[in-house]
Every structure is written in structure tokens, then in C-alpha cells.
T-cell receptor
Framework: DGGITQSPKYLFRKEGQNVTLSCEQNLNHDAMYWYRQDPGQGLRLIYYSQIVNDFQKGDIAEGYSVSREKKESFPLTVTSAQKNPTAFYLC????????????FGPGTRLTVL | DQQVKQNSPSLSVQEGRISILNCDYTNSMFDYFLWYKKYPAEGPTFLISISSIKDKNEDGRFTVFLNKSAKHLSLHIVPSQPGDSAVYFCAASAGSNFGNEKLTFGTGTRLTIIP
């Protein structure tokens, strides 16, 4: 079955620790994206990658880092520099076709204590 | 600067009636618009989309209308069913004929269908 997997579903970390969220897709999609959702807010773009070994900052990249070493994988690291890391994180991917939708993973709820 | 706005945070509709969700945008470069449905603690799922060359797109119970002059789009669900209760996000992108363009999302509208 093709899809996007994010692990873990729930993640707890102490303040000051870096944490890496996993995102894997087997849809053969070129582009991958990371969003953050906070209560009462829409999805805000953190980082995106349109091709392997290349990525761009989104609207709220500060305190986050990514890598894209493989087409299937786009891990997101939430660093200690991110002031409000507790949120629901969503990964998405899309193929390089015009007028195409993004497909989302199930999300990871990160809670920093 | 909120480029995509959903001004109604919530909406309640009787089962069987029409649900109308609204979305406004400010960026005239947007040329592709999408609606996503989201349940709590899950990822959004794609519902329906429309490109700027059209003013209407229909898929089963879901119809999206686009008014470019007013920079407004709406999602109509008819008839509304209990399973439609969810948060609905409007999203937009620019330069979509190239593919893989980033999406800008609205803040969402929570739709509750009353049995």
C-alpha cells in the first residue's frame, strides 16, 4: 500500500533537547513538505523539498532543520532554539504534475515538557 | 499577513441540509485552490480542487465555486451527513502549472452536522 508514514504518533521531550521526527513516503513523489498545526490555526509551512539534496525554508523555519538525502525520506529536527515546539507536525508529499494535490501523513504530536 | 482566510471558525448544519464553507484570499497570483478535510489527531485528506480557469468543480456531494473577481471560493456539501463533521481547510497555490508548488492554508472551519 502506498502512503506516507510518520513516526512516532506521540513524542515527549524535555525542554532543551533536540528531537527528530520521521517522515517516509513510498509514493515516488518528488516533493515533500513539513507543516505545523497549532490550536485554532491553519497549517503553517516549515520546510519543503522539491528534489533530493535540496530544500527551502517555509514561513516558520526558525528553530527547525531538515535533510533530504533520499527521495523517500524527509526528517525534521526540532532544535532547542525553537521557542514553542509543542505542536502537531504534519508531513506531506506531492508528485511533479501540474495542479496536483499534496498527500498528508497521519502526523506526530510533539509535547515538550 | 493571512493570505487565505476562513472567517467562520465553526458552522453547525442539520443533517440532510446544505453546508456552505467560505474562503477568501488576497494574493492575485494564486491559481489553484484546494479543500482538505481533517479529523482530530489525523492528517488532512484531499477533498476537491479547482483551477483559476474554472468557476465550478463538482465531485459527488461536494462542489467548489470560485469567484476570481471577489477573490472568494466556497465549498458546498449537499446533503450533509454526520460523517462530514470535521475541520475543513481551504488552501491555495501559485504557479501551479509547474507542479509541486507550496500551499498556503486558511485557519479552518469546524463543521458539525446535527443529526
Amino acid at each position: 500500500d502506498g502512503g506516507i508514514t510518520q513516526s512516532p504518533k506521540y513524542l515527549f521531550r524535555k525542554e532543551g533537547q533536540n528531537v527528530t521526527l520521521s517522515c517516509e513516503q513510498n509514493l515516488n513523489h518528488d516533493a515533500m513538505y513539513w507543516y505545523r498545526q497549532d490550536p485554532g490555526q491553519g497549517l503553517r509551512l516549515i520546510y519543503y523539498s522539491q528534489i533530493v539534496n535540496d530544500f527551502q525554508k517555509g514561513d516558520i523555519a526558525e528553530g527547525y532543520s531538515v535533510s533530504r538525502e533520499k527521495k523517500e525520506s524527509f526528517p525534521l529536527t526540532v532544535t532547542s532554539a525553537q521557542k514553542n515546539p509543542t505542536a502537531f507536525y504534519l508531513c506531506a508529499s506531492s508528485s511533479k504534475r501540474p495542479y496536483n494535490e499534496q498527500f498528508f501523513g497521519p502526523g506526530t504530536r510533539l509535547t515538550v515538557l | 499577513d493571512q493570505q487565505v482566510k476562513q472567517n467562520s471558525p465553526s458552522l453547525s448544519v442539520q443533517e440532510g441540509r446544505i453546508s456552505i464553507l467560505n474562503c477568501d484570499y488576497t494574493n492575485s497570483m494564486f491559481d489553484y485552490f484546494l479543500w482538505y478535510k481533517k479529523y482530530p489527531a489525523e492528517g488532512p485528506t484531499f477533498l476537491i480542487s479547482i483551477s483559476s480557469i474554472k468557476d465550478k468543480n463538482e465531485d459527488g456531494r461536494f462542489t467548489v465555486f470560485l469567484n476570481k473577481s471577489a477573490k472568494h471560493l466556497s465549498l458546498h456539501i449537499v446533503p450533509s451527513q454526520p460523517g462530514d463533521s470535521a475541520v475543513y481547510f481551504c488552501a491555495a497555490s501559485a504557479g501551479s502549472n509547474f507542479g509541486n508548488e507550496k500551499l498556503t492554508f486558511g485557519t479552518g472551519t469546524r463543521l458539525t452536522i446535527i443529526p
